[in-house]
Structures are given as C-alpha cells and as structure tokens.
C-alpha cells in the first residue's frame, strides 16, 4: 500500500490555533479509514493567517489547506484529501499561493519545507553545503563573503556584520564565542522564532560558519523562555546535528571543533540588548554594560564574541552557498539583502513576508497584509518593535531602507509591523511607550529610570487637560534628554514613539 505524507507545522502560531488537534485527527481518521500515512510536522510557512494549514503530498507536488480545525478531518478525507481533492479548505499547490511565491525568500527557504528534525531533510535542501564550502576556502574567504554581502545586523542596530566578525577574526585570545541572540523581544515580531521553529538547523549552521571564520569553538543561544516550543525543537535539532557530527569536536573530519549551548533567558526586555544579554549569560543580573569595551573584543567572559541575531546569522549559509554579490544585488542603497518583516496588529493577513529591502510599506500591509482586519483606515503603523516611531498613513510610501527610516525620525528594527485602524487612541500609546520602558529599564542611568516614570506622569497631565503647553514642552525636554543621556537605546529611543506621536497625532491628546 502507498503511504501518502501529510505535513501539519509543529509552529507557534499554528499550534496556537490547533494544529496539534488537526495533527491528532488525521492519524485517528487515517487509521480508521486504512490508510497509511507518514505524518511530518513540518514548521510554517510564515502565512500565520492559513495556520493551521495542512499539505498533502500528492505526485511529487504539495497541496495546501488553509484555517483546517480538527472539525473539517473526515470530510476533507470524504472528498478525496490524500489525492488533493476538492474541499472548501483547499487553497491548492503550496507553490502557486501568490503570498509565498511572491517573496524573496533567502533565509526562510526552508521554513515549511522540511522536517526541522531530520538531517536528512537538512541536507538534502543543501543544508551544510555552505559549511562543506567554508571548510573548502579558509576563513577569509568566509570573512570577505560576509563584507561583501553587505549583510547589515538584524537585531535592530544594522551594523556592519562582516566588520564584527573581522573584529573578533584579528583580536589574539585563547577563547572566542559566538553569542546568539535569540531574545526576540520586540512587541509584532517573530521571524526568529520561525526561523528557529522551522529550520533550527540553518541557525546552527550559520553559527558553526560564524566560529569558523572567527576561530571561535563555542556557541551560546540565547532564547527568550516565553518560547518553550522553540527551545524543544531547538535542542532536539542541537542533539541530532552533534549526533550526524556537525556540530562537536572535529566536525566532518575538518579539524574545526565547534559546539553551542542553549540558554534561557528570564523576561526582561532589556536582556535583549547585547551587553545585558552577555551579563546574564555570565549568570549575572541584566544590567547593560557600558560600551567601549566592544563585545567583539571583550565580551563573554571577557573573552571577543560575536554577538548577532537569529536572523543575521541564518542569513549567512546562503551567502556563502550563493556569494556575497548576489546577496548585495537584492536590496537599495545600503540597506543590501532581505528582511522577513512581520506583520501583525490589526491586520487581515498577518504573517512573515521576506522580501528585498526597498519595498515599501505600503505595498507590505496592502498586498501582502490585506488592510486591516477590521475593514477599516490605517492610521498609525508602528515600525521596529516598542522603541519604534508610529508612522501616519501619509508615510506608508517611505521605503523600508534603513537610512530612509532614520531620516524620518524611524527605524526598521527587527522587521516588526503592527498597524493600528482608526479607532486607535495614540496618546494612550505615547504613555505606554513610556510605562513600558519604565517597567524594562535596567536602572543603570538616571534618564531612562527616572526619566520613563516621569513621562508617564507627564502625559496623564497632558490627557488630563492639566497645563496643557508647559506640559507639552516639559515631555519633549524629557524626551531631549533621554535621547541625549541615556547609556543605551532602551532610554535613548523610547523618545522615537513619543515625539513621532506629538508630530503627527497630537490631537488624539485633546480627545482623551
Ligand atoms: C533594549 C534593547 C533590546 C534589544 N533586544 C534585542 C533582541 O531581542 N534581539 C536581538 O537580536 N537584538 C536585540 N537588541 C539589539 C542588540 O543589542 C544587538 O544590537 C544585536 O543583538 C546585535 O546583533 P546583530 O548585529 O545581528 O543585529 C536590543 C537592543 C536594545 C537596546
Ligand atoms: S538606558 Fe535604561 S536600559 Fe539602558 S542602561 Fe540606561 S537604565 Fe539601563
């Protein structure tokens, strides 16, 4: 008897809305109808708004449905499921959906392909092809790969990857590290967590590459504990690529020893940051250090580590499998590469979308997002996670380049989009900006600790009618000096929400 393979993801968002129950079911119908079946919890394919959406292999091609509840099971297998047939549930072959097909997926290539799990799967979709190739041409090769790449941090700073690495490269120590970060704190973002979740072996992959150019032989990943599902699958991909030997000591006989650890962190926004990051991988509180000494030459243990973001360093197999220049030809000005931006938020079809930087806003949350949810007008997208400025819809058209977001008093971030409707009470906003950086502050400097706390105060002042003018110069002297003042960007852009609310959604202060 043919065995027919049905994928249902093992993701977050998926299995948030059911998709272990659909799982469940299809083997309980499967069963009891006789016939065989080889279920695969594949991750997602980042269209969060399809989940839970189930593939059959049918001939070599992968037909879809979207939004399947355990409810639909035995009338999808009634109307022929496992040969693809006909339901209302059938969005149909997997590569024809215009919202996947239409991306520019470099990283998440993966994601939804395969078994997370399986080396084999791994491999065969040229996982560790680009370690192969890093062990074939030396660290430098690797090294001008990267800088030529142009490949810009995706955690929220966009430095120079390549000249981080250069630095930890050249910096003589008998111990290096690469430290990952996986905090994802930002509020509406994820694409780590799916990268993690549905292709945990490219992340690995790309730190064993980062080690290798930088001649470091330990890795830590630093997960945030609100992803227990992520930190399973995450393990399980550790244990079974040490138990292929790629990862440990003399990895595929090439001399290179390299293995990773995965840490937990306990909550705090702030960890996220890279110096509060390392300090609670010491075991310590997270409190930020104060920078210079750069973590590429003193960090971990005070030992040169490579800091760098799930995303960055996922990024990187596919540079080297493609060459740096092909990377660096997608993208505008210097803002090279993909992003997988996340749109979440009041928003019909919220997922991850990949695309090329230059796209712009506009064309993310109509073509791809749909508008939003509740049918009604944008009014304010908050780009960047929680330090992000809110962009009124007349700024939709500013394309996503990371200078063009400063200039506008914005930033890209980490790819987060969360878009608001109309109904939205912005000053309520510009107030939690401040609670919320008041609540995350490490306490190390006094703008940011006092500073978040007196801005609350200051904007229940402004809500509540009280002086309105002298407070309206007071909050934006606060957010000087915080801008100015603090010792990291908790304090120093908790200012960008604020100020870009002023500007373009000041009455939303009068009609508290
Ligand atoms: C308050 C704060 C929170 C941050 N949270 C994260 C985070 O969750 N994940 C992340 O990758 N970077 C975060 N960053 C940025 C890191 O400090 C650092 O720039 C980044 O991990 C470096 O990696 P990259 O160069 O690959 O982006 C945060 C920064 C600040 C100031
Ligand atoms: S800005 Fe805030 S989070 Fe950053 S060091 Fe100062 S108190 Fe800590």
């Not at 998926?14 to 309980?28: K, T």
């Not at 919890?41 to 189930?54: H, Y």
């Not at 994601?111 to 065969?124: H, K, Q, T, W, Y």
């Not at 939003?372 to 009014?379: E, I, L, Q, Y």
């Amino acid at each position: 008897m043919d065995t027919t393979r049905i994928y249902v993801p093992r993701e977050t968002s998926a299995v948030s809305v059911g998709a272990d129950d659909v799982a469940v079911e299809i083997a309980r119908v499967a069963k009891q109808s006789g016939i065989a079946i080889e279920l695969v919890r594949n991750g997602s394919w980042g269209a969060s708004w399809l989940e839970p959406m189930v593939e059959v292999e049918v001939d070599g091609v992968r037909i879809a449905y979207g939004n399947v509840g355990p409810g639909d099971i035995a009338g999808m297998f009634d109307s022929g499921f496992v040969e693809g047939g006909e339901h209302e549930k059938r969005l149909g072959p997997i590569q024809e959906i215009p919202y996947l097909i239409q991306q520019d997926r470099w990283t998440l290539f993966r994601c939804g392909l395969i078994d997370p799990l399986s080396v084999e799967n791994f491999r065969a979709a040229q996982g560790f092809n680009a370690l192969e190739k890093a062990f074939a041409e030396g660290p430098d090769a690797v090294l001008s790969a990267v800088v030529e790449s142009g490949l810009r941090g995706r955690g929220g700073a966009g430095f120079p990857t390549g000249i981080k690495w250069r630095t930890v490269a050249e910096t003589d120590a008998d111990q290096k590290y690469i430290a990952c970060n996986a905090d994802e704190g930002d509020s509406g973002t994820f694409s780590d967590r799916l990268l993690m979740e549905g292709d945990p072996m490219c992340l690995i992959e790309g730190m064993a590459i980062a080690g290798f150019a930088t001649g470091a032989s330990k890795g830590y990943i630093y997960l945030r504990s609100e992803y227990p599902l992520t930190q399973r699958i995450l393990s399980r991909a550790i244990d079974a690529a040490r138990d292929a030997g790629w990862l440990g000591d003399d990895i595929q006989g090439s001399g290179f020893s390299f293995d990773i650890d995965l840490h937990l962190g306990a909550g705090s926004y702030v960890c996220g940051e890279e110096t509060a990051m390392l300090e609670s991988l010491e075991g310590k509180r997270g409190i930020v250090r104060a920078k210079p000494p750069l973590p590429a030459i003193d960090g971990l243990f005070g030992k040169p580590t490579v800091v760098n973001n799930v995303i960055t360093l996922a990024s990187v197999p596919n540079i080297i499998n493609l060459g740096g220049d092909r990377y660096a030809s997608f993208g505008i000005n210097r803002s090279k590469g993909t992003l997988p931006f996340q749109l979440s938020g009041n928003i019909k079809r919220g997922g991850v979308v990949e695309k090329a930087f230059g796209i712009t806003l506009r064309e993310l949350i109509e073509e791809y997002g749909g508008g939003t949810a509740s049918g009604r007008p944008v009014k304010a997208v908050q780009v960047g996670g929680p330090l992000g400025a809110l962009l009124a819809e007349v700024q939709l058209d500013v394309e996503m380049d990371i200078e063009a977001f400063a200039e506008i008093g914005a930033m890209i971030g980490h790819g987060g989009i969360v878009v608001f409707d109309d109904t939205a009470h912005m000053a309520q906003q510009a107030r939690f900006a401040m609670e919320f950086c008041a609540i995350e502050s490490c306490g190390k400097c006094t703008p940011c600790r006092i500073g978040s706390t007196r801005g609350v105060e200051v904007i229940d002042r402004i809500i509540a009618g009280e002086d309105r003018d002298a407070n309206f110069a007071l909050l934006t002297e606060l957010c000087d000096t915080m801008e100015d003042a603090s010792l990291c960007a908790m304090g120093g852009m908790t200012p960008y929400p604020v100020r870009s609310i002023l500007k373009h959604f000041a009455e939303d202060f009068a009609s508290q």
